[in-house]
C-alpha cells in the first residue's frame, strides 16, 4: 500500500541542516586556523554554522 500523494513531504532533504559533515567542519576550522592536518580528526573543537536566508549577510571573515 502506498502513501497517498497528500501526505507525503515535499523536498524532504532540501531543509537546512544543522550539522556539519567532517570533511565540511574540518575545512571551516583550517579556514580559521584552529585546525591542520597534522593533528588527526579526534577531538576537534565544536563549530557554530548557521545557514542565513537569502539576502542576509552573515558575519564578517576577515580576509
Not at 1 to 19: A, E
Request: hydrophobic share 25%; charged share 30%; glycine share 12%.
Amino acid at each position: 500500500m502506498s502513501i497517498d500523494k497528500s501526505l507525503k513531504k515535499g523536498g524532504g532533504l532540501s531543509g537546512s541542516r544543522n550539522v556539519l559533515t567532517r570533511p565540511e567542519r574540518l575545512a571551516l576550522l583550517q579556514e580559521d586556523d584552529k585546525w591542520s592536518p597534522t593533528q588527526g580528526v579526534y577531538n576537534l573543537p565544536k563549530t557554530k554554522y548557521r545557514r542565513l536566508a537569502p539576502g542576509q549577510s552573515g558575519p564578517k571573515r576577515p580576509s
